[in-house]
């Protein structure tokens, strides 16, 4: 009736009135490592994002290429490359939002500590410039190994005297998405339905779904459970292995880290109840960092939420991640001390 469509549409143009650019706030996101694999699509997705105002985009190469291309794009926020450590600074100041997609990806036979030499570097650079430049953004850790370049950016805040536990993310949100989309197939269900929390860390065993507390519920066997576990934990050596040598996960990865950015923004301007699994500093476990469900809020992480009921098999995976996700933090956190 007319009555009707005359009140939804008033109540539309409410909610446009709500959301116009004027009443969100101004916010800065940079990426560094903006012309990568992950990188060029993240730019992307990010300048589709209406709570982006500010995207800046570094790289040691190739990023005034990226911003150009991307800066065409007709949505909100204006778009600016920066290319080289020289221009690292300029890129950072202001910054409310930083993901950091730099360092090399795998390739066949590889596992991600095999990484650390190269990108444990590159990481030590860009956080100590992060402290100087903008020390009060939040950091999305997307360079592998995240289980160890996670604690390596937390020594370097420490050491400048900037670091907020609130505010340093390791990016888990691609084994979300990964156990979201295995778990809709077998259980049969609409995958924008599900929810699958993810806990651990962000390599091999240490990647531990908790298919117990997915939902929608469905009676799925151990045996089947146990291979989607598997095969959760090796999505990335999957796409490493398909692309056979032409690095890791790109695509999906620049996806989960465009939402897990958004969590992140969302929780900044103050949307109330934004939930995301990440690896951040913890006393869930004994562990000192771990990835959990944690609620996102105006000064990042407001709440590290508790694991839940955990299945016999998932109590036995997270005996197996501890000794493996010590190890991985403590050779960051030596690394730093190492004078390296
Ligand atoms: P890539 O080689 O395609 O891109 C990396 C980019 O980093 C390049 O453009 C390179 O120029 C840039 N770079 C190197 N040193 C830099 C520095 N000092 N400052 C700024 N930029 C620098 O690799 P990719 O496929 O985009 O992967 C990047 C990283 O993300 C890898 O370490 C990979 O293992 C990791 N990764 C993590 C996840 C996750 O779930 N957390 C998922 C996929 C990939
Ligand atoms: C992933 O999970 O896809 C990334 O960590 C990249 C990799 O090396 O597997």
Do not use: W
């Not at 990426?31 to 209406?50: C, E, T, V």
């Not at 950091?100 to 596992?111: E, Y």
């Not at 999957?238 to 996960?249: C, D, F, N, T």
């Not at 897990?260 to 109330?272: R, T």
């Amino acid at each position: 009736s007319i009555l009707v469509r005359s009140s939804s549409s008033a109540k539309q143009s409410l909610l446009r009135r709500n959301f116009s650019s004027e009443s969100v706030p101004q916010r800065k996101v940079a990426i560094l490592g903006a012309a990568g694999g992950i990188g060029q699509p993240l730019s992307l997705l990010m300048k589709l994002n209406p709570l982006v105002s500010s995207l800046s985009l570094f790289d040691i190469a190739n990023t005034p290429g990226v911003a150009a291309d991307v800066g065409h794009i007709n949505t909100r926020s204006e778009v600016a490359g920066y290319m080289g450590d020289e221009e690292l600074a300029k890129a950072l100041k202001g910054a409310d939002l930083v993901i950091i997609p730099a360092g090399v990806p795998r390739k066949p036979g590889m596992t991600r500590d095999d990484l650390f030499n190269i990108n444990a570097g590159i990481v030590k650079n860009l956080c100590i410039a992060i402290a100087e430049h903008c020390p009060h953004a939040l950091i999305n850790m997307i360079s592998n190994p995240v289980n160890s370049t996670v604690p390596i950016a937390a020594e370097i805040f420490k050491k400048a005297g900037v670091y907020d536990e609130k505010k340093l993310f390791g990016v888990t949100t691609l084994d979300v998405v990964r156990a979201k989309t295995f778990y809709a197939g077998k259980a049969n269900v609409p995958v924008a339905e599900v929810n699958v929390p993810v806990i651990g860390g962000h390599a091999g065993i240490t990647i531990l779904p908790l298919f117990s507390q997915a939902t929608p519920q469905a009676n799925l066997s151990d045996d089947v459970l146990t291979a989607l576990t598997k095969r959760t934990q090796d999505g990335g050596t999957e796409v490493v292995e398909a692309k056979a040598g032409k690095g890791s996960a790109t695509l999906s990865m620049a996806y989960a880290g465009a939402l897990f950015a958004d969590a992140c923004l969302k929780g900044l301007n103050g949307v109330p109840d934004v939930v995301e699994c990440s690896y951040v500093q913890s006393t869930i476990t004994e562990l000192p960092f771990f990835a959990s469900k944690v609620r996102l809020g105006k000064n990042g992480t407001e709440e590290v939420l508790d694991l839940g009921p955990l299945s016999d098999f998932e109590k036995q995976g997270l005996e197996a991640v501890k000794p493996e996700l010590k190890s991985s933090i403590e050779k960051g956190v030596k690394f730093m001390h190492s004078g390296a």
